[in-house]
């Protein structure tokens, strides 16, 4: 497995892992459900690959994939990364908005350390930038967690290019973790220019379009009843259709290199700069085995071109997510 630097120091292996999916049931659910027993070996079987870095959230379950990481890394947590969110208020175990202030910084903190079963986390990211709060007040508490000696290193998710240069003037910004992929570029144009500026590591979660840019399913009958991307408008209707094109190039590039669909889409984010880490999401040992070997994959030229020109900046047919989902990212 290669390593790249995020910012501030922070080394990790070219690819993490996205823990979202693993959990049975939850909250949000991609596909059949989870066995976690398999999930579990899953992130043993990253380890022996040599990936150290493992993004999970209190939000996803809500608190049962925390769960579920530290088990998995109990006795095997030397060496490795461990990255989780918080920035949301609950009520009875639901979600009932955003919560950016200091207090809920430090106590959610304290949460997640108990069930990831750790004293100090590598990287905690703000989930969601919440616009009633001022970012420097996020981030000054995130900085006292660092002197506290919880957390080693700060993140964002899905902040805007003025909120990274306000955090960034409180305190070391390591990470942005924010949607990147084939289908989704739009960050090329302000915020990944001002992530490196301000020499902040890149993280793209949904690397792989949901699924989608794996060529796994070319309907949306092949998805259960109860799976989150039903009510994503990039599945939906004539959007899905038009976004078959997406796959079909990345197809061809596979076939080029006798690779998957998943390592070529991998490949070509690992392609865009040396400060940048997917975090695919996996549940099962095959699909995260299969993925790992993207580090290996060089694209030439003619390949790129090829992608660029099948997806390129805004191509993607339909937003990525429902209104209410768009009103929360990029602040």
Known sequence: MQ???????????????????????????????????EAIKTIHRA???????FDTAQIYGPFQNEELVGQAIKGKRDGLIIASKFGFKFDNGNIVGVDGSATNAKTAVEGTLKRLGIDCLDLYYQHRVDPNI???????AMADLITEGKIKHIGLSEAGPATLR????????????????????????????????????????????RGFLTGAFRSLDALPDNDWRRQDPRFQGDNFAANLAI???VGEIAGKHNASHAQIALAWILAQGQD????????RRVTMEDSAKASDIALDASDLAKLDAAAP???????????RGMKMVRL
């Open 47 to 53: 380890i022996d690959l040599g990936i150290n870095f």
């Open 247 to 249: 796959v079909d190039a």
């Open 134 to 140: 001022p970012i420097e007040e996020t981030v000054g």
């Open 3 to 37: 390593y790249r630097e995020l910012g501030h120091g922070l080394k990790v292996s070219a690819l993490g892992v996205g823990c979202m999916p693993m959990i049975k049931g939850g909250n949000i659910v991609y596909g059949e459900d989870a066995d976690p027993d």
């Open 313 to 323: 900046r805004g191509g993607t047919s339909g937003p990525r997510y429902g209104e």
């Open 276 to 283: 940048i880490v997917p975090i695919p999401g996996f549940k």
């Open 166 to 209: 306000r955090a960034a003037a409180v305190a070391p910004i390591s990470a942005l973790q924010s949607e990147y992929s084939l289908w989704e570029r739009d960050i090329e144009d302000e915020i990944l220019p001002t992530c490196r500026a301000l020499g902040i590591g890149f993280v793209p979660y949904s690397p792989l379009g």
